[in-house]
């Protein structure tokens, strides 16, 4: 049998790819944006957070149109509005001009985790459900690679405006193949009958992929206990994702003194690096995980070990080697997004069907959008405040911990109709 299911990998992978690389332009071309329309680190805290500010409230919004008109057009949509959204920021003529734009760009980019964890359900037996969440979340992490490389040889050799056209016309492409291939399995062409006997047999677990009563509503999902471990866990990575995402090239720079070109391959090397470690550990929690353990939240173990990992940050104020940095670098975001992928999973593990996958999502990434978009702006007090980036690590990091916590003794339990929202010493010590 063919496994034609890698060009759902390969969509998931290259969505959420194209995605961050529209988020990163902005954290690339911080410097010179800041010398042209005069903006402070403050400003710059804030411009660089906007776009978080209408991803976090359209979520929600996003995965309830992708549960009731599904993903092939939902997704496209929320692809086009933010790609014409970063070409459109290379025109701006003003901090509000592009504060509108990425304002715009964030609602569009809400699409996105939405709709791959609703694919993710629909298209991959439970046995993959690991590796393709890790392949969605990789993109998260190789768009900032490619796009840090992209962006700064733009800036350096055309200005940042250039930037900006390049990285926001990438999605046209995507969008022509997206329109053109995709299907739900039941209808997908590309696959023969024996892969899609197979994708609608084991994509639960073996049970039926429909539910047994009136769906779980917004309201339902928040009355379960593992929903809001889920959600807290994931507002704690990405935290430190955010960190690194709208920071970390201006810290190479003013911190480590290093110029745009250099700052972009510093940025890129721990992204490219995290995105082969983390698709490992995937690939690791499938394996390890039973068809049972699965369904009681076993995956949750990977999740704290992988916010753990994400912690190491804190050692990056008393570290002075480059090659040492990267190596911490490195090791803290294949943590922070192993972390986010695993939690990705862990949801869908513990939905009793996809039908609510599309929502669950949404809230999941609603609660991680919570802390990503106080991230930048934290950040930014922090070094006006301070001259130093040494305590916005700190902070991170002690996140990171206490986001294992969470996860290890939060989410225990499958989300039903009638969970509520209980005291951590009374939730089932069961895998």
């Known amino acids: 049998m063919k496994n034609r299911r890698i060009f759902i990998y390969i969509f998931l992978f290259s969505l959420t790819s194209i995605n961050y690389i529209d988020r990163v332009a902005l954290s690339v071309a911080a410097q010179p944006i800041a010398h042209e329309f005069g903006i402070s680190p403050i400003q710059m805290g804030f411009l660089l957070s906007s776009f978080i500010w209408t991803y976090f409230a359209s979520l929600i919004v996003w995965g309830l149109a992708l549960d009731r008109w599904g993903t092939r057009y939902v997704n496209a949509a929320g692809m086009a509005i933010f790609s014409i959204a970063t070409v459109a920021t290379g025109f701006a ?83 022509f193949c997206w329109l053109k291939w995709f299907r739900k399995p039941e209808h997908a062409s590309f696959i023969d009958d024996q892969e899609r006997a197979l994708i609608l047999r084991e994509r639960n677990g073996g049970l039926p992929d429909t539910p047994s009563g009136p769906t779980l509503s ?171 980036y040494n305590n916005a690590f700190y902070i991170a990091g002690a996140l990171a911990l206490a986001g294992a916590l969470v996860s290890l003794f939060m989410t225990r339990t499958p989300i039903r109709r009638h969970d509520s929202v209980a005291a951590v010493g009374e939730v089932s010590l069961g895998a």
């Open 93 to 175: 003529w003003s901090y509000m001009s592009i504060l509108v734009t990425r304002l715009v760009m964030g609602a569009g980019e809400a699409s996105s985790y939405p709709a791959g964890g609703k694919v993710i359900r629909e298209w991959m037996p439970a046995r993959e459900r690991g590796i393709a969440a890790a392949t969605l979340n990789s993109g998260s992490y190789a768009g900032p690679a490619i796009g840090a490389l992209l962006v700064a040889w733009a800036v350096q050799l055309f200005g940042w405006r250039t930037g900006f056209v390049i990285v926001g016309s990438s999605g046209a492409i995507w969008l």
């Open 218 to 388: 917004i309201p339902d999902l928040l009355k379960s206990t593992s929903v809001w471990g889920l959600l807290i866990t994931q507002g704690f990575g990405s935290y430190a994702q955010f960190l690194f995402l709208t920071w970390l090239p201006s810290y190479l720079q003013t911190e480590r003194h290093l110029d745009i070109v250099r700052s972009g391959y510093f940025t890129a090397l721990p992204y490219a690096l995290s995105v082969l470690l983390a698709l490992a550990i995937g690939k690791l929690s499938d394996r390890l995980l039973t068809g049972d353990a699965c369904s009681k939240g076993g995956r949750r173990n990977m999740v704290a070990a992988s916010m753990l990992l994400t912690s190491v940050v804190l050692a990056t104020p008393f570290v002075d080697d480059m090659w040492v940095m990267v190596a911490v670098f490195t090791l803290s975001l294949t943590g922070a997004q192993a972390a986010l992928a695993m939690n990705i999973a862990l949801i869908g593990d513990l939905l009793p069907s996809s039908a609510e996958v599309g929502r669950g999502t949404g809230l999941l990434i609603t609660g991680g959008a919570s802390f990503a978009m106080i991230a930048p702006i934290a950040t930014g007090y922090v070094v006006a405040l301070t001259h130093s």
